[in-house]
């Protein structure tokens, strides 16, 4: 399968996107003034140890505390398998961020450190030894099994991921080395810093994500900043220097996500219709418990046998389901309403067609046999937010009944849009006017204007229109004094 990354770096966020076949099958978004949490190691501080959940909370320096269940513990050598006998209140910890904070969620973490390298998962406390189910030669995944436990240090688990198929013993001791000198140094940070601090952060979005995904089935790796180019050609040179070439710098002043169609991906992520090429369409609902998954025949009417025609729909439906929940990093429990089948082995065939579509996402994924009725039930591990979650927000008209383009989403995009404007014009001034909202986001970003005037030579002249609406913005050109003074007068 050929796949591509295509990374958009800007001064407001880095975008990025993985394509499959020239399909795009995963989104992700870091934005300026939002640090992401998943990978984390801090020192926090047990608050609260609930024994009738067989939890705890720990402040680990947040807004809100984190939430640590049983099952992401770490057993100590008697085996204690109870919350109350492994931590008590004001107890100093090492735990990592599992799952980002949601909503009115807390981030969810764990004593089970799990520290990624390029060919292997250090679990410092752990006795285990794994490797990746994506490794299909089961010759080789016993070979790398023997490898590791002959490498395994004392004490550690270690987990071989895909990237290590066809690697040298030589070059796996060296990851687990690299692992390890971490590992310490985080353990040494822990011994002289004051609780809660943060002990280890993930690299940033392009290192993590090229970490994991690079390899040979990766065809190129395009990005628009040549600064980061350079760097990114450095670190693909430092993990897997065969694939350097397969770098490469986006040269054009276009939008590098319009140049590949997935600004309109985006769009159509967050629609609640998907339409199949059949004719058939999807539907997505999102509740507080669960997401629901609606199938229609929609256009498709087939030609003779209805349920020949059904079973096709909800075969190009089970495709598009699982490409969709990676495209919007839906997670939690998830129901399918397929159309009725009245064939037991048609509902077998689209389970199964179901499971080997998911077989492609990264993240965990669990489906449940067919009911009589066409309804499937599956789990997808939640990680990070949603697209939905990241990118929209309660709409304040309508009490939280519909969902609109957060503020953040759309001062982004006005910034992603000057500096394309910046990067076009030969003119030195550029304005622009905005609405009250939109004003005040932008009085707290001021520092990101100022670096695309540095970054540009231009000169942005903006101002709060009280006759927009107050999420609204007006370009009001480009060019020397006049836009000045056209600014001035407006509002």
């Given amino acids: 399968m050929k796949k591509e990354i295509v990374i958009d770096m800007s001064e407001v966020e880095i975008r990025a996107a993985l394509l499959e076949d020239g399909k795009v099958v995963e989104f992700f978004f870091e934005r300026f003034n939002e640090s992401r949490l998943a990978g984390n190691v801090y020192k926090g501080t047990v608050e609260n140890v609930l024994p009738g959940i067989q939890s705890a909370f720990v402040n680990i320096g947040l807004d809100k505390n984190a939430f640590l269940f049983i099952g992401d513990?770490?057993?100590?050598?008697?085996?204690?398998?109870?919350?109350?006998?492994?931590?008590?209140?004001?107890?100093?910890?090492?735990?990592?961020?599992?799952?980002?904070?949601?909503?009115?969620?807390?981030?969810?973490?764990?004593?089970?450190?799990a520290l990624p390298g390029r060919y292997v998962v250090l679990m410092p406390g752990m006795d285990t030894v794994g490797v990746s189910h994506r490794v299909s030669s089961a010759e080789e995944r016993e070979r790398l099994k023997r490898l590791v436990e002959r490498l395994k240090p004392p004490k550690n688990g270690i987990i071989v991921r895909t990237a290590a198929e066809g690697r040298t013993a030589e070059e796996i001791k060296e990851d687990i080395e690299t692992l390890l000198r971490l590992w310490n140094r985080i353990v040494r940070k822990a011994e002289i810093i004051a609780s809660p601090a943060l002990l280890y952060e993930e690299a940033s979005l392009v290192y993590t994500l090229v970490r994991d995904l690079v390899g040979e089935e990766i065809e190129s790796i395009w990005i628009n900043s040549f600064f980061g180019y350079q760097k990114l050609r450095d670190f693909v040179g430092s993990?897997?220097?065969?694939?350097?070439?397969?770098?490469?710098?986006?040269?054009?002043?276009?939008?590098?996500?319009?140049?590949?169609?997935?600004?309109?991906?985006?769009?159509?992520?967050?629609?609640?219709?998907?339409?199949?090429?059949?004719?058939?369409?999807?539907?997505?609902?999102?509740?507080?418990?669960?997401?629901?998954?609606?199938?229609?025949?929609?256009?498709?009417?087939?030609?003779?046998?209805?349920?020949?025609?059904?079973?096709?729909?909800?075969?190009?439906?089970?495709?598009?389901?699982?490409?969709?929940v990676r495209l919007r990093d839906i997670g939690g429990i998830i129901l399918i309403d397929f159309i009725d089948m009245g064939r037991k082995e048609h509902r077998k065939q689209v389970v199964k067609h179901l499971e080997m579509a998911l077989s492609r996402d990264r993240t965990r994924c669990t489906v449940v046999d067919m009911s009589e009725l066409g309804l499937v039930e599956m789990t997808r591990k939640r990680v990070r937010k949603s697209l939905d979650s990241l990118l929209r927000e309660s709409c304040a008209c309508c009490d939280g009944e519909g969902r609109v383009l957060s503020l953040e989403t759309i001062a982004i995009g006005l910034l992603r849009k000057i500096e394309e404007i910046c990067g076009h014009a030969s003119s030195t001034v550029v304005g622009f006017t905005v609405g009250k909202e939109l004003g005040t986001y932008l009085e707290e970003a001021r520092g990101v204007l100022e670096n695309i005037e540095k970054l540009y030579g231009k000169k942005l002249v903006w101002k709060v229109d009280s006759s927009l609406p107050p999420r609204r913005y007006a370009i009001a050109g480009v060019g020397g004094e006049e836009v000045k003074e056209r600014i001035e007068k407006a509002g």
């Fill in 239 to 324: 993990i897997a220097p065969n694939l350097v070439n397969r770098v490469k710098w986006f040269e054009s002043r276009e939008n590098i996500f319009a140049h590949f169609g997935l600004e309109r991906e985006i769009e159509r992520a967050l629609s609640r219709k998907v339409w199949l090429k059949s004719g058939g369409y999807l539907v997505f609902d999102r509740t507080e418990a669960m997401t629901v998954i609606d199938v229609n025949t929609g256009k498709f009417v087939g030609k003779k046998d209805l349920q020949e025609t059904i079973f096709k729909t909800n075969l190009e439906a089970a495709e598009e389901i699982a490409r969709q």
């Fill in 73 to 113: 513990a770490l057993l100590d050598e008697k085996g204690k398998g109870r919350i109350e006998e492994l931590f008590r209140p004001g107890e100093e910890i090492i735990v990592q961020v599992a799952k980002e904070p949601m909503g009115t969620k807390g981030a969810r973490v764990t004593t089970k450190v």
